[in-house]
């Protein structure tokens, strides 16, 4: 069992920069795979990016790659994304993701544990 749980969201303006974070508690951080996805109003969960356990494996969505960066220190048990160039089109509750699979997957049902959510807004 992991939980998980995000901060760093806010409002901020178009071409900002942010960063959130995830938090685990439970076993070994080290043991999961670990992404991020998001939701929009109206909109299904969308796939954002994927590390593998070691962090030497890396999958983004086409739409972030190249502005937003993930990470994680699995000694301090965490996960970060670094979100650049923020446009209206981010604005979403994003959720940290983990799973002891090893597949760096953008299918959302097959992460077993999530986050809370924290909200991102992005205005123009």
């Known amino acids: 069992q992991v939980q998980l749980v995000e901060s760093g969201g806010g409002l901020v303006q178009a071409g900002d920069s942010l960063r959130l974070s995830c938090a685990s508690s439970?076993?070994?951080?080290?043991?999961?795979?670990v992404g991020w996805f998001r939701q929009a109003p109206g909109k299904e969960r969308e796939f954002v990016a994927a590390?593998?356990?070691?962090?030497?494996?890396?999958n983004y969505a086409d739409s972030v790659k190249g502005r937003f960066a993930i990470s994680r220190n699995n000694a301090e048990n965490a996960a970060y994304l670094q979100m650049s160039s923020l446009q209206p089109e981010d604005t979403a509750v994003y959720y940290c993701?983990?799973?002891?699979?090893?597949?760096?997957?953008?299918?959302?049902?097959?992460?077993?544990?999530w986050g809370q959510g924290t909200q991102v807004t992005v205005s123009s």
């Open positions: 590390m593998s356990r070691s962090g030497g494996g890396i």
């Open positions: 993701v983990a799973d002891g699979g090893y597949s760096l997957s953008r299918r959302p049902g097959y992460y077993t544990y």
């Open positions: 439970g076993r070994s951080f080290s043991s999961y795979t």
